[in-house]
């Protein structure tokens, strides 16, 4: 298929690097998003989302001439929905007594229906968005099919997921292998007929309730391998063990691969993923459901280990360092360290929480330091929750002379518990039963 002109809805983290990168590729592109303030951002020649490299991609395609952004579709020979597919607030499952979460897929629904009236035979529709198996057969499809046209008769329709890195993504886009999931043969080929024009990666054809199940098992398979390694740091604490050199030395099994324990899971992929199995086959997903449960309370063992250092956390003054989900990015959405310095905070703690990635970050009910000597200064105790490259570095001596803390809890294994002995610390570790 030859693809002259592509519209892309939902200009967010996914869809605003596949639409400049398709633009700087020779194909003309529509960029739609619903948020006004995105699309006058984006008319202005600034971008609204950090991600290196992105600025230079979207001013060239500007300047290419062929990159355009409006709030409302256009004709096109293909269409990629990428808008977002969080859970609903104010609605669980239930099953058995056991609550779940619900995806909001009322974005993906308004995008369909906005193609709709410019859909033509012909035609390629692709959903990028994280979806529950069976969304494009189920939801897509039909919402489509109010055009008169038929999926995989009249016109080609597919799923193919984003597997990006935060950091990498304009580069991952370009070099990952690719998954298209056809609702038939013609429309899989030509979805990877759209994404050859810059996918350097392998392009794997496939179904579309494949494409969708392959991206939910990836985040999955993650979540449930974290949610083992957390129980480890359990039992090795109830063990009196070391879980990381239990770990090490595990790992040197020629098949075995533990991942690292930590304060939790988080961000808007694998901590959300898995519950759109959930929310399918509750009845069939057990392991999956618990893996959950499990990374969601790692929070809480976080804050009885500090109580195991400090006692009593009533009126505590405690520095948290790091927010984000994860090192070295200024993500902070589901983050496990937040909802650490909430439950510190119900237990009568007063956290001071320094993210040098977000210094700037307005997180209610968080009490957010200027710096790190402002969230040192005062503190009883130092607990570390994300393994930021800047707090690798940190000297031991150095950061007495910042504080009057001489307790610290290391929750991700990154300062060496002898140097800082050394320099008069107590040293907490998750996993780590003195
Ligand atoms: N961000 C990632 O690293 C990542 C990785 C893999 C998969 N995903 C998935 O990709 C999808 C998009 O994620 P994102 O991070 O780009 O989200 P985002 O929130 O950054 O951007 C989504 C954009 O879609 C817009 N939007 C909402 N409804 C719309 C509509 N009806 N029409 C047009 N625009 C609309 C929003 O205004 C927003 O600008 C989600 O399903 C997400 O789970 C994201």
Redesign the pocket.
């Known amino acids: 298929m030859n693809f002259k002109k592509i519209c892309v809805?939902?200009?967010?983290?996914?869809?605003l690097p596949t639409a400049s990168t398709f633009a700087t590729h020779g194909v003309k592109v529509l960029g739609?998003?619903?948020?006004t303030h995105?699309v006058e951002t984006l008319q202005r020649g600034e971008i609204h989302?950090h991600e290196p490299g992105l600025r230079d991609t979207v001013k060239a395609a500007l300047a290419s001439g062929n990159f355009n952004v409006s709030t409302k579709p256009e004709e096109a020979d293909a269409f990629l929905i990428?808008?977002?597919?969080p859970f609903l607030d104010d609605q669980v499952g239930e099953y058995n007594g056991q609550k779940y979460k619900l995806a909001d897929m009322r974005?993906v629904t308004?995008?369909a229906e906005?193609i709709v009236p410019f859909l033509r035979k012909g035609n390629l529709v692709v959903l990028?968005?994280?979806?529950p198996p069976r969304t494009t057969l189920e939801l897509v499809a039909p919402i489509l099919a109010r055009s008169g046209l038929e999926a995989g008769r009249d016109f080609h329709l597919a799923y193919s997921?984003?597997?990006?890195?935060?950091g990498q993504?304009l580069r991952e886009l370009i070099e990952n292998a690719r998954v298209i999931g056809g609702v038939n043969p013609d429309s899989a080929q030509a979805g990877a007929d759209l994404y050859s024009i810059f996918v350097k990666g392998e392009i794997v054809k496939t179904d579309a309730t494949t494409a969708e199940m392959v991206?939910l098992m990836e985040n999955t398979y993650r979540d449930v391998n974290i949610a083992i390694a957390n129980e480890f740091s359990r039992l090795a604490d109830k063990f009196g063990v070391d879980v990381w050199e239990a770990i090490s030395i595990a790992n040197r099994h020629p098949r075995v691969k533990i991942l690292s324990p930590g304060p939790g899971v988080g961000g808007?992929?694998i901590s959300?993923?898995p519950w759109f199995f959930v929310e399918t086959a509750p009845e069939l997903t057990p392991l999956i459901y618990n893996s959950r449960q499990v990374n969601d309370a790692q929070p809480h063992f976080v804050v009885e280990l500090v109580k195991r250092a400090l006692g009593e956390l009533k009126g505590k003054k405690i520095a948290a360092l790091g927010l984000a989900y994860k090192p070295d990015v200024d993500d902070l959405r589901e983050s496990p360290a937040t909802e650490v310095v909430h439950l510190l905070q119900k237990e009568g703690a007063q956290v001071k929480a320094w993210e040098p990635f977000k210094p700037d970050a307005n997180m209610p009910g968080i009490n957010m330091a200027r710096n790190l000597e402002d969230a040192l200064k005062d503190a009883e105790a130092i607990v570390l929750l994300v393994r930021h490259t800047d707090f690798i570095s940190l000297s031991p001596l150095k950061v007495r002379e910042m504080t009057r803390a001489r307790v610290v809890v290391d929750t991700v294994n990154t300062w060496n518990p002898n140097e800082w002995m050394k320099a008069d610390f107590s040293v907490e570790r998750l996993g780590v039963r003195k």
């Not at 739609?32 to 948020?35: A, L, T, W, Y």
């Not at 990428?82 to 597919?85: D, G, I, K, L, S």
């Open positions: 809805l939902g200009l967010g983290y996914i869809g739609v998003d619903i948020n995105i989302i990428a808008v977002p597919t974005a308004s995008a906005a990028e968005s994280t979806s997921p984003e597997r990006v890195l935060p993504i991206k808007h992929c959300v993923d």
